[in-house]
């Protein structure tokens, strides 16, 4: 068993750290992150207009940005495979099949937590002392870690069952999801978003 998840493991973190999403990803990640360090210690603006600022980029990152990224990355965990006909080895070689969708969903999951994880900790970071505290990092650190599993399945299957995934999980995000997770009652407990 552990021999068969770990081979699903490498046989998936190779291509995807190679692939043009990631790449995309963390060049987007630094732009922001030079830019919003750019705007914090520049001294052009007034700390409570750039606090509020950094404060609205931290929520935008959970509610947008961490659903985004799921839709985006969770296209590469087996549908991309199969698109490129690169998941023929892993289908027919020593790993059973849902070891391979787990291990490939998780690591996915793990990639997309890890990704706006790391944003949320520097825009924490670039905040300072105006935070809400360590347990609010917390508590949005494990928002992330959940959130981001729970949404990378829900799309790897969309994006398996459909072959127009992200269009499809957009909608579902946009027009669902998101008016969803705003309902003022227990429904509202459904969405990953809340």
């Given at each position: 068993?552990?021999?068969s998840?770990?081979?699903a ?28 360090a ?19 980029a ?12 799921a839709i ?16 023929l ?9 849902p ?9 996915t999951?793990?990639l ?17 002392s105006?935070g ?57 407990n ?5």
């Amino acid at each position: 068993m552990i021999r068969s998840a770990s081979i699903a493991f490498w046989t998936f973190v190779t291509p995807v750290m190679a692939s043009r999403s990631v790449r995309i990803g963390v060049l987007l990640a630094v732009f922001f992150v030079l830019g919003v360090a750019g705007v914090r210690f520049s001294g052009l603006f007034p700390d409570r207009m750039v606090i509020a600022s950094l404060e609205a980029a931290r929520h935008f990152l959970v509610m947008i940005g961490l659903p985004v990224a799921a839709i985006i990355l969770s296209d590469t965990a087996l549908r991309d495979g199969i698109q490129h006909r690169t998941l023929l080895y892993s289908l027919l070689g020593p790993v059973p099949r849902p070891t391979l969708a787990i291990v490939r969903t998780g690591a996915t999951a793990a990639l997309v937590g890890a990704f706006v994880g790391s944003l949320l900790l520097i825009s924490r970071g670039l905040l300072g002392s105006a935070g809400d505290g360590a347990v609010a990092l917390a508590r949005e650190i494990l928002a992330v870690l959940v959130g981001g599993a729970a949404y990378t399945a829900m799309f790897g299957f969309i994006h398996l069952i459909n072959r127009r995934g992200l269009i499809a999980g957009l909608v579902l995000l946009f027009l669902i999801d998101l008016p969803l997770g705003r309902v003022p009652f227990g429904i509202r407990n459904l969405s990953p978003s809340y």
